[in-house]
């Protein structure tokens, strides 16, 4: 079987890799067993999502909570799921974008971490508004895990703030 996208890079990089197909397993539940066991060998502490279009399971989320990022195409909470730009485009908003969150048990529903807003311009189709939303999120995602990383910060109900605690 050939690597997954990005595997051959990741080694060129240095960067440990390992892909774990779900369509080799028997079940999703030995297909995520595998997944957390091998992020716990690995000692990861953050696990960051991007293009991995399958919801995540209680054992997953339990396993790294509040310790998953993702990365979505519209500005939460509209448009979750597939297809955000088409979404977004048929219920003619003006303005759409990317939302870096926190990963809970729902579809794109976590707490909200960093936003970017990306106009809608007139005549524009899915590819060109998925385009610059593209550019958005290449700045937007190191920017939440940044912050995550470097900033206190807290959660109260589904608000994600950054600052000491009160």
Known sequence: MADAPGLAKARELGLPALAIPH????????HEEKVIAALR???????CLAGYMRLLSPAIVG?????????HPSLLPAFPGLDAQEQA????????????????EG???????????VP???????????ARILEAEHQAYPEAL?????????IGGRRLTFGPSL
Do not use: M, Y
């Open 146 to 154: 940044r912050r995550l990383l470097t900033e206190p910060w807290t």
């Open 23 to 30: 369509k080799e397993e028997p079940s999703r539940q030995a």
């Open 120 to 130: 809608v311009l007139d005549g524009d189709t899915a590819a060109a508004l998925s």
């Open 107 to 117: 579809l794109d529903s976590g707490p909200i971490v960093v936003q970017r807003a």
């Open 63 to 71: 396993a790294f909570r509040q310790r998953i990022l993702n990365i």
């Open 41 to 47: 060998e690995s000692g990861a502490e953050w696990v």
């Open 89 to 104: 485009l048929a219920h003619g908003v003006k303005v759409s974008g990317c939302t870096v969150h926190l990963v809970d």
